[in-house]
Every structure is written in structure tokens, then in C-alpha cells.
């Protein structure tokens, strides 16, 4: 495959970006779409050139590292999978491809196609978490009984690895989906409930002041989540924030 | 934190969004109900509206709603004026390719755009008939009520206005087009308020869904037919 890469580049934090063209030949369509991209690196390192930065980690579409909009949408045009896990036979001979960082106010690029997603990790530090006491009495969890259908949403919930794409989709900009599958995967728990009042109202509180924006209810953060969260999250953290602010 | 959080947090401006434009659904509802006296014809059909009016400029309880409904409509408006400048700023720099056809609806990122349309709407519409009422002279439009009152003649007024050779399907058209924006607008909206009040589930979520796409179309689309009806069927006065 012959591919034209238009690739956002830019040099630090400070420098004002722009899309530079590549012209990119024998690709294989069974490449991920991160192995174009290390292709396309080689290529750049044996020329001279300064090779784009990209996140990615795992490669196995669990650890929430790769991240990039591409083709105007994060994680590229399949669905319910991250960008190491898109393969080059979802496009075509002779397509462009453009590829840009996840943007936000709140992801700041750091270089070329890396964003700060640091926020994310704020925002999981002011509440996304049980407080137990690990002094070598804890309790076995397994013997506070949970319901089915409580356990497998709040599994579902967990499922997600915090890669942005919820924010990068939004029209708004918004990080309601991932709050609300962190703050869903504690309240539906009896381990979590305990804190579920002061949880709630510190992770939203985290969340306004890094600046995301508001949830309008178009619901593409859920289409496009690689793991497929669902917007009933961000349901259950209206609800549990309404009962926490009046409580 | 909790008293600043139902006023000033992101959450907080979703639900007075959702409670208000909930509000303005029942509302809605409310004025087509009055509203489609209009369709009624005979010799009765001025005396009933008219009668109707009055109740409702009179009623000490319809004031109170009426009051609850400017306020919401203000605060909808100043409420998504807020939300959309800050949904603005949590991305100063945009994509050079952005795709959002792809994973939602029209209308559910044009709420206020349809919004805007939809003011523009509210202000003609005040100016047609509620300042008419207010504040307009007396001319040609008097009734007398069974006890014997003068007061203004609203249903001749409506009649008037839509029956008016040069303006009248002018005006229906202008009704027309904003009960479009009207119908996209709830197409979103009326879903999006339950969601943001946190009333979510599997077992009535298809309810919400279906219910919300019935009211988007019949609502408005009975509103829309008046105008016409009035200028292509009712008899002339």
C-alpha cells in the first residue's frame, strides 16, 4: 500500500505546530497502525530526519497508552479497539491519513502527537480509589457478598484504561465519561459505598478545574470508547452527585 | 462544598439545563392544549378561545406558571450560554479533521444553534400576540365577556394575522420553519434531560427514547398546523 501521512509536528509545548505530508510506500495491509508509523520513523532516522513521537506501550489494547485522532476521530475509523489494534487493512491503496494529537485544554501536547493526559491522573488521586487499612488484618474482599448484576457492571465499568479518546471525541471536550466509569466502578460496590458521598463531589470538583468540558449528552464518547463504556456511567454519576450535594 | 456544588459545578449547570427544559416541555404541551381551540369553527369557536384567554390573563395560578416559564426560558438561555463558552474554551485548538458525523446525531451538536433559531422564535412570537395583548390599542378587536367586561379580542387577532393576504403565510412559514428547529431541538433535548437528571436504565430507557421522538414530532408538528389551517381552512373574517 502507498499511503499519503499528514502528520501534526510539533516541536515542544511552546512551538506552534502544524501538519507536514509524508509519502509512504510498502505497507502492508496485516501491519498495525503503529507499525506503519515505526515504518515511517525508520525511514525518517535513516534520511536524517527527526522521527514523530507517538505513545504506545502494551501494544495489546490494555494499557490506555496509544491514543491519536486519526481521520477525525480517536483511535481511527473501527470500533471498540485502540490504535495498536487498528490495522492498515481498514484503509485503502492511495488514501491520505491524517493523524493529530487528542486535543483539549486539558491535554496539552507535549511533542508532535503526545499529549499530557496527567488530569486523568489527578482526577482518579482525588477520589478514584477505597481507603482500606493494609496493616496485615485486611479482610478478605470475597466476604462481603455482591450482587451479579452490581459486580458486572461495576467490572464493565473498570474495564476502562483512561486512554482519552471519550475527551478527544467530544465536541465539548468533556472527561464525564471516564469520571463516571471511575467513580461507577466504587459506588456500585459495598467496599466503595462507604465513600461514595465525598468521592463523588471531590472527582467532579478535580475534573472542572482541569478544564474539560461539559457533557451534552451527544454521546459519541461512548461510540467511540475503545472499550465500549457506557453512558449509563455518566447517568449514575449525575444521580450519585445529586444525592451527594444535597446530602 | 456541597451548597457551591448544585450551583457552580459542571454538574450543576446540566441539571438546571435538564429541569428547566423538562419544565418547558410540560409547558409546551400546556399551550398546544390551548392552542388548538384555534381549530375550532362556528359561531362558538371566538367565544370559547376568547374566553379561554381571559382565564388564562386572569388566573392569579396561571401568572405564577407564566413567571416559572420566563424564568425558565432565561435561565435555559443564560444556562446554555455559560456551557457552550466553556465548552468552547476546553478546546482552544481545534482538529484539522474532525469527524463527528460518524458517532452522533445533527441535532445533538447543534442544540445551540437550534436554541438560538428557537429564541428568535420566542421573541416574534411575543411580539405578534403577547405584546399585542399587553400593550396594543383596542382597534377593531373588542369582546365582551359573558359578565359583560370589554376586553381584547385575541382570537380575532390570531385570525387576523394568519389570515392576512400579503402576510399572513408569511407568518406560517416563519411559525413553520422555527417548529423545525422546535422538533431537533427535542429530539435531543428531551432524552438528554432525563439522562442528565441521572434517570438512566435498561428497563425504561427505550420508553425515554420513544417517547422523546413521539413529542419531537407530534408536538411541533401540531403547533405547525394551525397557522396554515387558519390560512388555508378556517372561513374568513
Given at each position: 500500500m502507498n499511503l499519503t501521512l499528514k502528520i501534526w509536528r510539533q516541536k515542544d509545548a511552546n512551538a506552534k505546530g502544524g501538519i507536514q505530508t509524508y509519502q509512504l510506500g510498502g505497507v502492508d495491509p496485516d501491519m498495525s497502525f503503529l507499525e506503519m508509523l515505526?515504518?515511517?520513523n525508520q525511514e525518517l532516522i535513516e534520511k536524517g530526519d527527526e522521527p514523530v513521537v507517538f505513545d504506545h506501550d502494551c501494544r495489546e489494547g490494555i494499557c490506555g497508552t496509544c491514543s491519536l485522532q486519526i481521520n477525525g476521530e480517536p483511535h481511527g475509523p473501527d470500533r471498540g479497539i485502540t490504535t495498536c489494534q487498528l490495522h492498515m487493512r481498514m484503509f485503502k491503496d492511495g488514501d491520505t491519513i491524517?493523524?493529530?494529537?487528542?486535543?483539549a485544554a486539558a491535554f496539552p501536547v507535549i511533542k508532535d502527537l503526545v499529549v499530557d493526559r496527567t488530569s486523568f491522573e489527578r482526577i482518579q488521586q482525588a477520589g478514584g480509589y477505597i481507603s482500606v487499612n493494609t496493616s496485615g488484618n485486611t479482610q478478605d474482599a470475597n466476604s462481603i457478598p455482591v450482587a451479579k448484576d452490581k459486580a458486572d457492571a461495576a467490572f464493565y465499568a473498570a474495564t476502562c484504561i483512561g486512554c482519552g479518546a471519550c475527551v478527544a471525541a467530544c465536541k465539548n471536550a468533556s472527561a464525564m465519561l471516564f469520571t463516571s466509569a471511575k467513580v461507577s466502578q466504587m459506588a456500585l460496590l459495598p467496599q466503595g459505598e462507604v465513600e461514595a458521598t465525598r468521592r463523588v463531589l471531590a472527582m467532579v470538583e478535580q475534573m472542572d478545574k482541569e478544564g474539560f468540558g461539559n457533557c451534552t449528552n451527544t454521546g459519541a464518547c461512548e461510540i467511540e470508547c475503545p472499550k465500549?463504556?457506557?453512558?449509563?456511567n455518566i447517568a449514575r454519576m449525575n444521580r450519585e452527585y445529586l444525592k451527594a450535594s444535597v446530602k | 462544598m456541597a451548597k457551591s456544588a448544585l450551583l457552580k459545578s459542571s454538574l450543576a449547570k446540566k441539571y438546571w439545563m435538564a429541569f428547566t427544559g423538562l419544565f418547558l416541555c410540560l409547558f409546551l404541551v400546556g399551550?398546544?392544549?390551548?392552542?388548538?381551540?384555534?381549530?375550532?369553527?362556528?359561531?362558538?369557536?371566538?367565544?370559547q378561545f376568547n374566553e379561554y384567554a381571559l382565564f388564562m390573563t386572569t388566573n392569579p395560578a396561571v401568572r405564577v406558571l407564566s413567571i416559572v416559564t420566563f424564568a425558565s426560558i432565561l435561565f435555559h438561555v443564560i444556562d446554555g450560554i455559560i456551557l457552550t463558552v466553556n465548552n468552547r474554551k476546553?478546546?482552544?485548538?481545534?482538529?484539522?479533521?474532525f469527524k463527528p458525523a460518524t458517532n452522533s446525531k445533527w441535532s445533538s451538536r447543534n442544540m445551540g444553534i437550534l436554541g438560538t433559531v428557537i429564541l428568535a422564535f420566542i421573541v416574534i412570537h411575543l411580539i405578534n400576540f403577547w405584546g399585542e395583548m399587553k400593550f396594543g390599542g383596542l382597534d377593531n378587536t373588542v369582546y365582551t365577556t359573558a359578565s359583560g367586561e370589554e376586553v381584547k379580542d385575541l382570537y380575532t387577532l390570531t385570525v387576523k394575522t394568519f389570515q392576512d393576504p400579503e402576510m399572513g403565510l408569511v407568518w406560517a412559514v416563519i411559525y413553520l420553519v422555527a417548529m423545525i428547529a422546535i422538533a431537533f431541538h427535542l429530539y435531543h433535548g428531551f432524552g438528554s434531560g432525563f439522562q442528565s437528571l441521572g434517570v438512566n436504565?435498561?428497563?425504561?430507557?427505550?420508553?425515554?427514547?420513544?417517547t422523546g421522538v413521539a413529542f419531537a414530532i407530534l408536538v411541533p408538528l401540531a403547533f405547525a398546523i394551525i397557522p396554515f389551517y387558519i390560512y388555508f381552512v378556517l372561513e374568513k373574517i
Open positions: 515505526d515504518v515511517l491524517t493523524i493529530e494529537p487528542f486535543r465500549g463504556i457506557s453512558l449509563e | 399551550h398546544l392544549a390551548g392552542n388548538l381551540q384555534l381549530l375550532a369553527s362556528g359561531a362558538g369557536a371566538r367565544d476546553a478546546r482552544p485548538q481545534g482538529y484539522v479533521s436504565h435498561p428497563k425504561y430507557n427505550n420508553f425515554i427514547r420513544k
